[in-house]
T-cell receptor, first 116, second 112 residues
Framework: GAGVSQSPRYKVAKRGQDVALRCDPI?????LFWYQQALGQGPEFLTY????????KSGLPSDRFFAERPEGSVSTLKIQRTQQEDSAVYLC??????????????FGEGSRLTVL | DAKTTQPPSMDCAEGRAANLPCNHS???????VYWYRQIHSQGPQYIIH???NNETNEMASLIITEDRKSSTLILPHATLRDTAVYYC?????????????FGTGTRLTVIP
C-alpha cells in the first residue's frame, strides 16, 4: 500500500491476555519505529528497527513488551499479560534511509488497545 | 535532544493565518526544528523542518529566530481541516536513531 498500515485498528483485551499488533511499513523503508500514545499525551518512543535489527528498545516499559521484525519488513509488537495501564494507541512509523536522516517519519493510524 | 515549550491550545479563525510559537532555548547547534501535526484519530504527520534559515513548503512556513531559541510555524490560510495538535520537536538530523520527543504540543482549533 501507499502508507503505513496497522492492524488491528481496535483491540479490546481482558487483563492478563496477550496481544499482538502488526505494522506493515511503506515498502522499502529500512527504519521502523513503535510509539505508545496515552490519552491526551504525545506519542512516546518504544523501540526502533533498522531492517531486521532492533537497534534501540530503550522505551519499552517492561519485559512484557516485545517487538520483532524478522525479515526487515513487517513488524509485530507483542504485549504479554496485559495490564490496564497498557491501554493506549500504539503507533508505527517508518522512514527510508533518506527520510530518516531528515527526521521525516511516516506514521500509521495506530492500533487502539483497551485493557479491561 | 533539547526540550520544547508550546502553549497548550490556540484558536484561529478560518481563513486567517495561524501562528504557532515554540520555545527551544536549549537547542544545540546541530539540532533541527521539526513540526508534526496529529489530526484526531490519525497518526502524526510531518509538516516541515529547518536548521536556521526560514523554510516554506506547500503546507506551512517555519520562521526560526536568529538566536534559534524559538520558532513559529505559520499556516497562511487556516482551514477547518487544520484543526489538530501541533508538535514542535528539536533533534539532531541523522540516519538511524530517530527517536522524536513529541511532548504534549499545541491543540489548534480553527473556528468557522
Amino acid at each position: 500500500g501507499a502508507g503505513v498500515s496497522q492492524s488491528p485498528r481496535y483491540k479490546v483485551a481482558k487483563r492478563g491476555q496477550d496481544v499482538a499488533l502488526r505494522c506493515d511499513p511503506i515498502s522499502g523503508h529500512v527504519s521502523l519505529f513503535w510509539y505508545q500514545q496515552a490519552l491526551g499525551q504525545g506519542p512516546e518512543f518504544l523501540t526502533y528497527f533498522q531492517n531486521e535489527a532492533q537497534l534501540d528498545k530503550s522505551g519499552l516499559p517492561s519485559d512484557r513488551f516485545f517487538a520483532e521484525r524478522p525479515e526487515g519488513s513487517v513488524s509485530t509488537l507483542k504485549i504479554q499479560r496485559t495490564q490496564q495501564e497498557d491501554s493506549a494507541v500504539y503507533l508505527c512509523a517508518s522512514s527510508s534511509r533518506t527520510s530518516g536522516s531528515t527526521g521525516e517519519l511516516f506514521f500509521g493510524e495506530g492500533s487502539r488497545l483497551t485493557v479491561l | 535532544d533539547a526540550k520544547t515549550t508550546q502553549p497548550p491550545s490556540m484558536d484561529c479563525a478560518e481563513g486567517r493565518a495561524a501562528n504557532l510559537p515554540c520555545n527551544h532555548s536549549t537547542i544545540s547547534g546541530n539540532e533541527y526544528v521539526y513540526w508534526y501535526r496529529q489530526i484526531h484519530s490519525q497518526g502524526p504527520q510531518y509538516i516541515i523542518h529547518g536548521l536556521k534559515n526560514n523554510e516554506t513548503n506547500e503546507m506551512a512556513s517555519l520562521i526560526i529566530t536568529e538566536d534559534r531559541k524559538s520558532s513559529t510555524l505559520i499556516l497562511p490560510h487556516a482551514t477547518l481541516r487544520d484543526t489538530a495538535v501541533y508538535y514542535c520537536i528539536v533533534r539532531v538530523a541523522k540516519a538511524g536513531a530517530n527517536n522524536l520527543f513529541f511532548g504534549t504540543g499545541t491543540r489548534l482549533t480553527v473556528i468557522p
